[in-house]
């Protein structure tokens, strides 16, 4: 049983004071990465959420428990938000379950855009309608409205949480790795993975809504220094494995955000291939019998006359 469904056992709400929440164990923040919005850039606001000691909160892929951070926005409609960008996760033990999440402090950038014609305004307030779980061992859901209003103009300096937007910018993973569905059987995936060197993976983090348990995956060296990784499946799983994706966590300092994200497909085997050629050879064959028979029609048959 999910622990997601405390979220409905607990409400706690509070109001908002000078744009910033501050309830017993989390506090969530609007924060801007410079003091103006320039309409000619790309702009990134985040959304900052505090937690206490031993609390956590959670990524995209929650794990098996939990839910992540849902934002609803309010802004101009000459104005667009894009996605959340959410920094690489960690792995948090909650007997029996895994979660996927962040502790202590985690900063979700959002860019703004303007998208309109003509800037008619001098300024944008945001506003921010956020729903978020904070987690030890019970779970606790939180709301908040947050506002932002800034001047918008081209000439601005950073703010002083500028430094925050560098650092978890680097924390984003970026990098796209392909790899190869190698085997699957109803217990467990296979993906073989080249490039990277076993001894720098530490973890796997699924893609939302992928089939696959989450437990922690199996390490190997493949055949031509291949990564090897060994991934559980949901029992009686039907879901669709092609392809696969996820976050491979690794101990490298090549990789800014020490992840990759790793998109897994099964190769294209031989006896595709040749079912391929058979149809296309099957749909000639058709195409041939059919002209053939048009032309029996029109040669005239034996002992007919010829005018």
């Not at 039907?238 to 090549?254: D, E, M, T, V």
Request: aromatic residues 10%; charged residues 20%; positive net charge.
């Amino acid at each position: 049983m999910k622990q997601g469904l405390f979220f409905f056992a607990l409400s706690i709400s509070f109001s908002l004071a000078q744009g910033v929440t501050k309830p017993i164990h989390t506090s969530a923040t609007l924060i801007t990465e410079y003091d103006a919005i320039d309409p000619t850039q790309e702009n990134f606001i985040g959304i900052r959420i505090h937690l206490e000691k031993n609390w956590h909160t959670y990524y995209l892929n929650p794990g098996d428990s939990g839910a992540p951070p849902k934002p609803k926005w309010q802004l101009p409609s000459e104005w667009t938000l894009g996605p959340l960008l959410w920094p690489t996760p960690k792995r948090i033990s909650v007997p029996p379950f895994f979660a996927f999440g962040y502790e202590k402090e985690v900063l979700l950038m959002v860019p703004l855009t303007f998208t309109g014609h003509t800037v008619r305004r001098n300024e944008i307030t945001i506003r921010l309608d956020l729903e978020w779980l904070a987690c030890k061992v019970e779970c606790i859901p939180y709301f908040a409205t947050l506002r932002k209003t800034l001047p918008i103009q081209s000439q601005r300096l950073k703010s002083k949480d500028a430094p925050l937007f560098e650092r978890v910018r680097s924390l984003i993973p970026k990098q796209k790795h392909k790899a190869l569905i190698t085997q699957v059987t109803p217990q467990a995936v296979t993906l073989k993975v080249t490039g990277i060197n076993y001894k720098q993976a530490l973890d796997f983090i699924p893609h939302p809504n992928m089939p696959l348990a989450h437990i922690l995956p199996e390490f190997s060296q493949s055949t031509g220094q291949a990564l090897q990784i060994v991934l559980k499946r949901y029992p009686a799983s039907a879901q669709r494995l092609n392809p696969l994706k996820g976050l491979l966590i690794l101990n490298s300092s090549q990789h800014s955000s020490n992840a990759v994200i790793v998109e897994a497909e099964s190769p294209k085997t031989s006896s595709s291939f040749a079912a391929k050629i058979a149809l296309c050879l099957g749909v000639l064959l058709i195409l041939f019998l059919t002209i053939f028979k048009i032309i029996l029609r029109k040669v005239p048959q034996k002992g007919n006359s010829i005018p």
